[in-house]
Each structure stands twice: as structure tokens, then as C-alpha cells.
């Protein structure tokens, strides 16, 4: 269900972050498939005062091997792994970065290529631009709405750049805050999308004759 949620600074008191420093946010299960080791390499090619954070419960040892790579890439201070927060409190933290990240390889399956996962409609719901991969989905939805930006690649460069672009731009964020949080409240939220559902099941029912 749509909440409305207010601007909060959860993510940097946490981390003891000065108020300057921009988050780029990946929220959700730290697996395999989440293409996270990518943005940890990314890191290095961050502009000043942007720190990636990764927040959510780990699987199969992804947060240890995430760890050797920031490791191993000198970035501690670029990227930030925390567990994850109770999920009513989940949209205060979310609301404290400043973009969200789908960073998916969109060819390591099926179904990464068509998902369109919660932390999307979160992200929208807290007012985050989302920066996507190439996912068809997602990336439909981030360009009808203007909500965020699309990767020209996954290359380590590529991911930092279009980082380092958007946050850069005041007043392309601004806009795309906007258009989130408008998008959030007047088409992707439950009690619309429910209506739908009921309405698909009606469809289904009424061509098989109620069988």
C-alpha cells in the first residue's frame, strides 16, 4: 500500500557520513545474481563524497566474497554493506540515499531479464531516481515515467559514470524525485494494482466458463 514517507538521514547517521556525502543504494538480498560485485569495482571511478551502500540479509557467502573485492580494490570508504533494517522501518532508510540501484546482469537468466522486483516500487515510494540495468521491465518504467536513468553497460566504468552523472545533476534528480514519488501515488501502489489482479481473475473465470 502507497505510505508517504519523509526525507530522513538514517543511512549517514548510521555509518557516521558527513550530510555532504550523496548514497547510491542498492537495498535487498546480497546474492549472485544482484551483480553487486560490479559496483563494487565500479567504486574507484566514484566522484569525491559518494558512497555505494548495500543493505540487506546476505546468501550463499556473497557478502564475504563482496568484502575480499572491496577489499582487494582499496574502496572500504566508497562502499558501505549493512544488514538489513526491520521492513517497517525499511522506506525511513531507503528515503535517506539519494538514488536507487537495479544493477541486475540482465543475461544471467530469464528471469532477471524480466523482473521487476519490490525494491523498484520502495525505491519509487521513497522518492529515489532509479539507476537500471538494461532489465525490459524496469527499464520501461524508468523511461514512461521518467523516474531515473539506464546504464549504457555493465562495465565497472560505465555503472561510475552514469553514477557519478546523476548525482551530479541537481536538477535532473529533482525532476525525477518528483516524477517517483507522483508515479508511486497514482499508479504503483497496491490498492490500484489489486483491482487488476481481481479483474484478471474475472477474465480467466469467465473464458473457462467458471471452471
Excluded at 570508504?77 to 535517506?96: F, H, M, N, Q
Excluded at 537495479?102 to 531516481?129: H, V
Aim: hydrophobic letters at 40%; a negative charge.
Amino acid at each position: 500500500p502507497f505510505q508517504s514517507v519523509a526525507k530522513s538521514d538514517r543511512l549517514r547517521q548510521h555509518l557516521g557520513l558527513s550530510p555532504n556525502v550523496r548514497i547510491a543504494l542498492y537495498q535487498g538480498g546480497l546474492q549472485p545474481n544482484r551483480g553487486l560485485d560490479r559496483l563494487v569495482r565500479a567504486a574507484p571511478s566514484l566522484d569525491p563524497n559518494i558512497v555505494i551502500v548495500m543493505m540487506g540479509n546476505e546468501s550463499r557467502g556473497t557478502r564475504a566474497q563482496l568484502e575480499a573485492i572491496i577489499a582487494s580494490e582499496g574502496v572500504a570508504d566508497r562502499v558501505k554493506i549493512i544488514s538489513a533494517v526491520p521492513y517497517e522501518e525499511l522506506l525511513e532508510w531507503t528515503a535517506s540515499a539519494d538514488i536507487g540501484l537495479t544493477i541486475f546482469p540482465p543475461d544471467y537468466s530469464l528471469s532477471i531479464q524480466k523482473c521487476l522486483p519490490n525494491k523498484f516500487f520502495e525505491y519509487l515510494m521513497a522518492g529515489l531516481p532509479v539507476l537500471s540495468s538494461s532489465l525490459d521491465t524496469i527499464a520501461e518504467m524508468v523511461k514512461t515515467y521518467d523516474v531515473g536513468q539506464v546504464v549504457p553497460s555493465l562495465a565497472p566504468l560505465d555503472i561510475g559514470a552514469a553514477i557519478n552523472a546523476m548525482l551530479i545533476d541537481s536538477e535532473g534528480l529533482a525532476r525525477m524525485h518528483r516524477n517517483a514519488l507522483e508515479a508511486a501515488q497514482s499508479e504503483f501502489y497496491w490498492e490500484k494494482e489489486s483491482e487488476k489482479l481481481v479483474h484478471l481473475y474475472y477474465e480467466i473465470l469467465t473464458k473457462h466458463g467458471g471452471k
